[in-house]
């Protein structure tokens, strides 16, 4: 673990180098290896969600991986105010260049985080070599609607007394756990009041994306509606829908992402596992059942 | 050994108080504490300890490889004691072959 500083802010970056053998790194040095930044979901998620799901498998396949909490969320600095789209996007850029990533780099977000690798791509689309992106959209207004719904929602309603206990009798301890972590981030800082404030993109930049897209989503969330205007916007991106599952698809069912994005690594970037024995890692085997069946558009 | 235990406790006990801020960690720390019964930690707090003690150790220890059964309830199950005995493990062990996967940065 590692405090970076980056755009005035101390940033919690966790790292995994590839094998030795395959990046040919020296002395920790990570000159020839890819990189893969992946960056987690607003208000209640961490780096965890990453670190204990595809983090160890993109590892194994070569790449440099590099995993942060976003500012105001995990171990990382929290301002009370600064939380745009571009806020979001510029830290990203700051801390890429404080931890010397020059080449283009695979962008993986889960949720909002998603967002935040395509609002990087339409500043910086020669730094993009693919994005993959979970339960997720391209910073559009149909998408901030919801986020911004979602965010006013709960900034209302976790702050009553009973609502973590509500959350918990309904949903479960985990549920709930989450929830207080979004009450945290809520309270403290300015994240629902300055996201409807962000400069969006125009449509035309984000259709000007030409890297690799992949969107993987559950069958039953909310965010798969949004896939129409994903479609339209970007038609060359690989959409894959993976039924019966919710918002929560990366932590629920790591083994089912985890084959999607590696065997998509691998066609679309020439990503290969060079070690299948550890690209197992990351998952536990037999955790989530692979009988979700996918839809690939 | 008595005396690679004492010195890792006293690195994550160290790492803890940094993690958690010195009021959280209340009473000594043992190879028994449990990181979610006893410390209240959340899954971050793990993955950053481990983050820690990876710098601490280098390649010679493979948290990857410790971490990687784990999800994101589980991993706050562990005690202190698993992380202890791994790094002992590890550090007694003749392999220390670099190369291994996800050996973080």
């Known amino acids: 673990m590692s405090m970076v500083r980056a755009n005035g802010l101390s940033l919690h970056v966790e790292q995994l180098a590839p094998p030795d053998a395959v990046a040919g790194t020296v002395s920790g040095v990570h000159g020839a290896a890819p990189t893969a930044v992946l960056i987690h979901g607003m208000a209640l998620d961490t780096l965890a969600s990453w670190y204990l799901t595809l983090a160890h498998p993109l590892a194994a396949t070569g790449l440099r991986v590099i995993m942060y909490d976003l500012r105001g969320h995990g171990h990382s600095e929290r301002p009370p105010e600064g939380y745009t789209l571009d806020d979001f996007v510029d830290d990203l850029a700051a801390l890429l260049a404080a931890l ?47 986020v911004v719904q979602q965010l006013h929602g709960a900034a209302t309603y976790l702050p009553r007394e009973d609502a973590l206990t509500e959350i918990r009798a309904e949903r479960g301890e985990w549920a709930s756990r989450r929830a207080r972590l979004a009450r945290e981030v809520l309270a403290a800082t300015s994240l629902a009041r300055d996201l409807p404030t962000s400069r969006l993109p125009s449509e035309e930049r984000i259709a000007a994306i ?30 894959v829908t993976v039924s019966g599952q ?24 020439g990503v290969h596992p060079r070690r299948p024995d550890t690209a197992r890692l990351g998952g536990r085997d037999g955790q989530d059942q692979r009988s979700a069946p996918e839809t690939i558009h | 050994m008595q005396v690679n235990e004492a010195s890792i406790l006293a690195d994550i006990t160290e790492m803890l108080q940094a993690i958690l801020g010195d009021d959280a960690v209340d009473g000594e720390i043992t190879m028994a504490t449990r990181f979610q019964d006893d410390l209240a930690m959340e899954s971050i707090d793990v993955i950053s300890l481990a983050g820690r003690l990876q710098v601490r150790y280098g390649d010679r220890v493979n948290f990857a490889q410790l971490i990687a059964g784990f999800d994101l309830e589980s991993v706050r199950q562990l005690r202190v004691g698993q992380l202890v005995e791994h790094i002992v493990a590890a550090l007694d062990g003749a392999d220390a072959s670099p190369g291994k996967a996800g050996t973080p940065a």
Request: aromatic share 8%.
């Open chain 1, 100 to 146: 010397d990533v020059t080449g283009p780099v695979h962008l993986l977000g889960n949720s909002f985080g998603g967002t935040i690798a395509f609002g990087y791509a339409t500043r910086y689309p020669e730094r993009v070599a693919a994005i993959v992106a979970v339960e997720s959209s391209p910073p559009i207004a149909a998408w901030f609607e919801r």
């Open chain 1, 210 to 239: 030409r890297c690799p897209v992949l969107w993987v989503y559950g069958g039953d969330s909310a965010v798969v509606e949004l896939a129409p205007d994903v479609r339209r916007l970007l038609p060359e991106a690989r959409i």
């Open chain 1, 246 to 269: 919710k918002h929560t698809l990366l932590v629920d069912q790591p083994s089912t992402v985890r084959d999607i994005v590696l065997s998509w690594l691998r066609q679309e970037c």
